[in-house]
């Protein structure tokens, strides 16, 4: 019985070890990023098992090994991925509200509305929220002096100005546009915000995807973005993402608070759908909270400039 217990817990110890490779070398290569992908709460929850599994067979020193490690990640996940301690400030400045829409919208467009127009963004994202932005509470909300902007699979919802609009990247999945609102009352200066939605297929290699996208940039002669929000289908302190955007941070970083993840709705255990911001911008709060509709919860972010901050 004993040796069958080493051998069950020595499997947990490889999937942990696994883990913690896919914490630091993240999606560098093809093969880390299943690494990456491995939730922290599975590690978790087979940690505990295993240690209660060595607990009962009275094997004490496999205990002692398997209680250090479930303290350590369980450290990691409230701490460091999420933020369930963290109080955000009280928020004021500018309120973006990010939503990637993966879900019938056409079933459920009224609600999706209702959803939206209850979180009262300056400025609301919406990918793939095609028929959402045609529903009459939307027009009601925005005024009649408004409309909604798209290109691509992109909306954005706001009532300040849109200076200007263009499609950056629309290629094999890959899409990312540049939309320039006048912020200038909140923030000093207009905003240049990029929306970004990246493939999804397991098989698409992340780092493949992010030397096309910095490759395909680099051919453009565009505004430096101030924050680009959307579905990046890559996880919290990718390679990826910080190769395709080294100057940008993540806003959660900073303004953080709560459970740090985004999909799937109902059990989060990954947080792909991401704020990147410039250096100059402080964001003061940044949660996800459960739309009760579709696949991907919402982001919530406040921003402010480091001069506000200080």
């Not at 040796?3 to 560098?28: H, P």
């Not at 209702?114 to 045609?134: A, C, F, N, P």
Request: with cysteine.
């Amino acid at each position: 019985m004993k040796w069958v217990t080493i051998v069950f817990a020595s499997v947990l110890l490889f999937i942990t070890t696994s883990w913690f490779f896919g914490i630091v070398v993240t999606d560098r290569w093809v093969w880390s990023q299943w690494l990456a992908w491995i939730p922290t709460q599975v590690v978790m929850l087979l940690l505990l098992i295993s240690l209660i599994v060595v607990v009962i067979t009275k094997a004490k020193k496999l205990g002692i090994i398997l209680t250090l490690l479930l303290s350590s990640v369980t450290y990691w996940f409230i701490f460091e991925e999420n933020k369930f301690f963290s109080k955000a400030t009280d928020g004021s400045g500018l309120r973006i509200v990010g939503w990637t829409m993966s879900h019938s919208k056409k079933r459920v467009s009224k609600e999706s509305a209702e959803k939206i127009i209850s979180l009262e963004g300056d400025i609301t994202l919406l990918t793939h929220g095609w028929y959402v932005r045609g529903e009459s509470s939307i027009r009601e909300w925005m005024g009649v002096e408004n409309r909604p902007v798209s290109n691509g699979p992109f909306t954005i919802l706001t009532t300040l100005q849109v200076l200007e609009v263009q499609t950056l990247i629309a290629s094999d999945g890959i899409y990312i546009s540049m939309f320039i609102i006048d912020t200038s009352e909140t923030l000093g200066k207009p905003l240049v915000l990029w929306a970004i939605d990246l493939p999804s297929d397991l098989d698409i290699s992340r780092i493949k995807t992010a030397t096309k996208v910095q490759r395909l940039l680099a051919t453009l002669n565009t505004p430096t973005p101030d924050v680009v929000i959307g579905d990046f289908n890559m996880t919290k302190g990718s390679y990826s993402i910080e190769k395709m955007f080294p100057e940008l941070s993540d806003a959660s970083d900073e303004g953080g608070s709560g459970l740090l993840a985004s999909f799937p709705m109902e059990y989060p255990l990954y947080h792909i759908d991401h704020t990147l911001i410039r250096e100059g911008l402080y964001c003061s709060a940044f949660s996800f909270i459960n739309p009760q509709i579709g696949r991907h919860r919402v982001q919530i972010v406040e921003l402010r400039t480091e001069k506000e901050k200080q």
